[in-house]
């Protein structure tokens, strides 16, 4: 078993920065797939960013040039640097990690003011 624990959302303004993280407990291995989705209400969960299990890092296009994914592995633990936030940012976000099956966080909630 693997938990996963998010924290560091919030409510900021438009243009704004938030540093999200993950920090990961139980038969974890960092080799393995991990990163970050989102979910807006009334939207499909989608990818934000992830390292593969191969190390290569993956990002979704809405946010390609403002965030950026990295770890810890010495803490286990992942995280999601957000720059230049925009209102369409606002969602749910959710550390993911896959081992045989996909594992979830309870997912924190970022709001961005226009």
């Known amino acids: 078993q693997v938990q996963l624990v998010e924290s560091g959302g919030g409510l900021v303004q438009a243009g704004g920065s938030l540093r999200l993280s993950c920090a990961a407990s139980g038969s974890f291995l960092s080799i393995n797939r991990m990163g970050w989705y989102r979910q807006a209400p009334g939207k499909q969960r989608e990818l934000v960013a992830v390292?593969?299990?191969?190390?290569?890092?993956y990002y979704g296009d809405s946010v390609k040039g403002r965030f950026t994914i990295s770890r810890n592995d010495a803490k286990n633990t992942v995280y999601l640097q957000m720059n230049s936030l925009k209102p369409e940012d606002t969602a749910v976000y959710y550390c993911n990690y896959v081992y045989g099956r996909d594992y979830w966080g309870q997912g924190t909630q970022v709001t961005v003011s226009s």
């Open positions: 390292f593969s299990s191969g190390g290569s890092i």
